[in-house]
């Protein structure tokens, strides 16, 4: 089984797997009601059990008999920052996304959501403790064919972030004097690093920034951090247009002609979905009808004129395409620093010289795109292949899902960035990871679960 709490939406699943990179799945969502996320810690726990619950009644009412052997294993995604002691324990470091629950910061979330669910008497066990990059890396690992799984994964949704595959020899954290960390599994000679690649650049070193993302940032609960997310996710990018186009009503007479309801979405904060982004630039009508009818329904304000309209697709395609663009730099910046395009340059750099280039590269990456660093040619050298496999992106979340173009945005983008370039753009397959969150955090509770058993737990405590 597996629950995704991603920021927007709370799902619960349980997946069936069938071999050869086949599943079935079962799976309910709801959406986190908003008090909920800004409340106490016990509110928004017990109503993820009470959605465990009625999950478990519908799907698996056999698993309320007193005949079932053991207690059903669940992968908990949970995708905000944590510090995680095993596999199914982590402290909260920090909300985003816009959560502000304060009782919840340095509690062990695994234990809160199985005491919820101890609660109410469910035969759930949290067997796993997942973030959301990791279950998407681990489901796109198991759909897509080839030799190796996949690199990285990626989330677009609500907020960003992305996991990838690190050689265990670069990861001197693991072995420095004083750590920690315990025994782990060193048989594959990796790790999957969870990087928090939507902190990127705090210090507002290289991101673009315009007045409406510093407004954005300054009425938000974490001022001054996230900042990389805060220009790309889904939680963001419809607040970045209503505050635009605020101004321009406010400030150069933007729809003096139109009908502006007292109560619209566009005067309140959040109040414009990012989806709406989408429709605007789904519209290749002539007449942007589709434009007037989004403004009227989902802005508030009707009979725009058509030069207003095309000014609002032209403001969404602006955010829309800026966000896809800087989706690209942390993929460039994984796929340039772990070497997978040009293998002689991964050496055998210590961790903290490592991340350092990661970010290094990042930034080079960011420099290529926006401050206009002439683009790689297309017939930059790549470097030598390790084999001809494709580097495997797996993706989830509706902005990369839902909005038009966003994938030829970042692919454009990938191949401005000098390094990459063309030739080694075409070796990157990205692909949608569909229910990633929950098919990974499953797979992962799967094998915490055997891997639990080989170390000695009893069935019975499972
Ligand atoms: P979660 O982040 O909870 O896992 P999603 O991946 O569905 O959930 O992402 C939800 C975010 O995506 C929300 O911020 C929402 O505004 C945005 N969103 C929803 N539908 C669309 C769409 N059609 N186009 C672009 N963004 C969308
Ligand atoms: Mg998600």
Redesign the pocket.
């Known amino acids: 089984m597996a629950v995704?709490l991603?920021?927007?939406?709370f799902r619960v699943c349980s997946v069936t797997l069938l071999g050869n990179s086949n599943f079935k799945i079962a799976q309910e969502k709801t959406q986190i009601p908003r008090d909920l996320m800004v409340g106490t810690s016990k509110k928004l726990f017990s109503f993820m059990a009470q959605q465990i619950k009625n999950f478990v009644e519908t799907h698996h009412s056999d698993h309320f008999t007193e005949s079932s052997e053991h207690r059903l294993q669940l992968g908990f995604t949970f995708?905000f920052p944590v510090d995680q002691k095993a596999v199914n324990k982590g402290y909260l470091i920090r909300w985003t996304?816009g959560f502000d629950i304060k009782d919840a910061v340095g509690q062990d979330v695994c234990e809160l959501l199985q005491n919820e669910i101890d609660a109410l008497e469910i035969p759930v066990r949290v067997a796993a403790l997942v973030n959301?990059t990791v279950g998407t890396l681990m489901a796109r690992s198991y759909e897509s064919p080839g030799k190796h799984g996949a690199l990285i994964g990626a989330?677009?949704?609500?907020?960003t972030n992305g996991a990838y595959v690190e050689n265990l020899d670069k990861l001197t954290k693991m072995t420095a004097p004083g750590n920690t960390f315990g025994e782990y599994d060193k048989s594959t000679g990796e790790m999957v690093v969870n990087t928090e690649w939507g902190n990127f650049d705090k210090g507002m070193n290289v991101l673009p920034d315009t007045e409406f993302d510093r407004q954005l940032d300054r009425d938000s609960v974490n001022p001054g951090i996230q900042m990389f997310e805060k220009r790309v996710?889904?939680?963001f990018?419809?607040e970045i247009l209503r505050l635009t186009v605020l101004k321009l009503k406010n400030e150069a007479g933007m729809f003096s002609t139109s009908n502006v309801k007292e109560n619209a979405p566009l005067f309140e904060q959040w109040g414009v979905?990012?989806?709406v982004?989408?429709?605007i630039e789904g519209d290749k009508s002539e007449d942007l009808s589709q434009v007037r009818q989004v403004a009227e329904e989902k802005l508030g304000v009707s009979e725009i004129t058509l030069d207003e309209a095309r000014a609002l697709k032209i403001l969404v395609h602006a955010i829309g395409k800026r966000s896809a663009r800087l989706s690209a730099v942390p993929i460039a910046a994984i796929i340039l620093a772990t070497g997978k395009l040009s293998p002689a340059e991964t050496t055998t750099k210590p961790t903290h010289q490592r991340r350092q280039s990661l970010i290094e590269k990042a930034t080079t990456a960011f420099q290529s795109l926006i401050l206009g660093n002439p683009p790689a040619a297309d017939t930059a050298p790549a470097g030598p292949a390790t084999d001809d496999e494709p580097i495997d992106v797996g993706v989830?979340?509706?902005?990369v899902?839902?909005?038009p173009g966003f994938e030829e945005y970042l692919r454009e983008a990938l191949r401005e960035v000098n390094e990459v370039g063309n030739l080694g753009e075409k070796r990157v397959r990205i692909g949608i990871a569909k229910d990633g969150?929950g098919v990974g955090a499953a797979l992962i509770a799967l094998v915490a679960t055997k891997a639990a058993l080989m170390a000695g737990m009893k069935k019975g405590d499972l």
């Open positions: 995704d991603g920021g927007t939406n995708s996304k959301d989330i677009f949704g609500t907020g996710s889904g939680m990018l419809g979905d990012t989806s982004l989408s429709d989830d979340g509706s902005v899902e839902f909005y969150s």
